[in-house]
């Protein structure tokens, strides 16, 4: 038995014994656990396998020879501990295998190409931007300086989290990807280890190992970066572009959620380009516009109840609001007074043998004759019995006296003459 094996035995009874504290009491170990623990712990001498498998536990065999089991099998079975709950079992043997293959862990800080093929082998847990989207992370790639990614492996479980070197110097160890819980703890002791910010769970920054840290010292600005390799982004979640540059932050600006790579995707407004919450852009018109931009180049229309590009608004002065092309329709421009009104306080006249469109009040400016036509002023005939139009009044006959218009006239003397003037002649005759 060499000292390495000694070594891992050692190690494997302490973490064990220190779970059965931890879980069960100092008490239930010395009376129940103890003895048995460090007498199959000598029968067994458990190490890792010659042949370095991960996430098993080698051990003695009667005939001198040594077996493999998975570990969490061999704390049950072999070391015929039983009370373990599944996931305390679990968290238990991640440890005693990451324990076991230190040189496995090696917290490692990728950098350029590196980052890329991480995510191209899902290091860490597969995500949005693992595998073939590793291609919209090359931002990461890009930026050796001020972009690095935080990974540690062990056999089969691993972890990467983006490291950020902000503007003030500090660093930021972003959201956490790990297919094992252990992993994700040891990611963080090292942050806290090394000084940096990071995630407490996954969506807030922590902010209570860091003091308070406020979010607007969270930019890192001036980023190379090409437009389709653009990640979505979990903390530096706001992007705006200076001077052919990148600055990324807690800011308001395009939000980089974009599984495309896109720098601006998702909610962005079709006018202004920046990217909203889905709260604060409506769709109008088949286009996504965010509020400012709608109040600017949007009216609302009372008659219909929707939302139109102003350049499709007509201003009706009459009701003092605008309305859109459709409902436009309904109004008619009054020849007279020059507005537009409702359809129905419009009606078409023929003026003076012209149709024109008048509005309820300018159709008073008109007097109707009998036969239909309209004009400004009728004439008098029959001494104000009738009021006709200028094509109705020849059909009524000028007096040779007076000249107005009767609809018969008297022959006195070779004079047609109207009742009155023909009464005058006859008494002055
Ligand atoms: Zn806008
Ligand atoms: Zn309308
Ligand atoms: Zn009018
Ligand atoms: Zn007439
Ligand atoms: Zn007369």
């Known amino acids: 038995m060499n000292d390495d094996k000694n070594d891992d035995k050692d190690l494997i009874c302490a973490l064990v014994s220190k779970h059965i504290r931890i879980n069960f009491g100092e008490t239930v170990f010395k009376t129940v656990y103890r003895k048995k623990l460090y007498d199959n712990m000598n029968k067994l001498q458990p190490g890792k396998p010659d042949d370095k498998d991960f996430n098993k536990i080698a051990y003695n065999v009667s005939n001198d020879k040594r077996m493999k089991i998975k570990t969490g099998k061999f704390i049950g079975k072999k070391l015929d501990i039983h009370s373990f709950s599944t996931a305390q079992l679990e968290e238990l043997s991640s440890i005693i295998n990451l324990k076991l293959f230190p040189e496995s862990l090696g917290p490692k800080i990728l950098r350029g190409v590196a980052i890329t093929t991480a995510y191209e082998n899902s290091v860490g847990s597969r995500s949005c931007m693992t595998g073939e989207c590793a291609e919209y992370t090359r931002l990461y790639e890009m930026n050796p300086d001020r972009i690095g990614l935080f990974v540690m492996t062990a056999g089969n479980y691993s972890a990467r989290a983006v490291l950020w070197t902000l503007d003030n110097g500090r660093t930021l160890l972003d959201r956490v990807y790990c297919n094992n819980e252990v992993i994700r703890e040891l990611m963080k002791q ?6 940096w910010l990071y995630k407490h769970s996954f969506n807030v920054l922590d902010s209570d190992n860091n003091c308070e840290y406020p979010k607007s010292k969270l930019v890192v600005s001036g980023l190379e970066y090409t437009d389709g390799c653009i990640p979505y982004m979990d903390t530096l979640t706001h992007g705006t572009e200076n001077n052919g540059k990148l600055d990324v932050g807690y800011f308001d600006g395009s939000l980089l959620d974009s599984q495309e790579g896109l720098l601006f995707c998702g909610n962005e407004c079709y006018h202004c380009g920046e990217a909203f919450p889905e709260e604060e852009i409506n769709m109008i018109c088949d286009s996504l516009v965010c509020e400012t931009c709608e109040s600017e180049l949007y009216f609302y229309c009372g008659n219909c109840c929707e939302s139109y590009s102003l350049d499709d608004s007509h201003f009706i002065e009459s009701e003092q609001s605008y309305v859109c092309d459709t409902c436009f329709e309904d109004y008619t421009f009054c020849d007279d007074c020059e507005e537009y009104y409702s359809n129905s306080n419009v009606s078409l006249i023929t003026v003076d043998g012209v149709d024109k469109d008048v509005c309820d009040s300018c159709i008073d400016n008109f007097q109707e ?8 002023f009728l004439n008098e005939v029959d001494n104000g019995d009738k009021h006709v139009c200028d094509s109705c009044l020849s059909d009524y006959h000028s007096c040779d006296s007076c000249c107005e218009y009767f609809s018969t006239l008297n022959t006195i003397n070779d004079d047609e003459l109207c009742c ?6 006859m008494q002055n005759a």
Request: net charge negative; glycine share 10%; aromatic share 4%.
């Open 190 to 195: 090292h942050a806290i280890k090394e000084n």
């Open 369 to 376: 004759c009998e036969c239909g036509q309209y004009q400004e």
């Open 420 to 425: 009155d003037c023909g009464v005058e002649v």
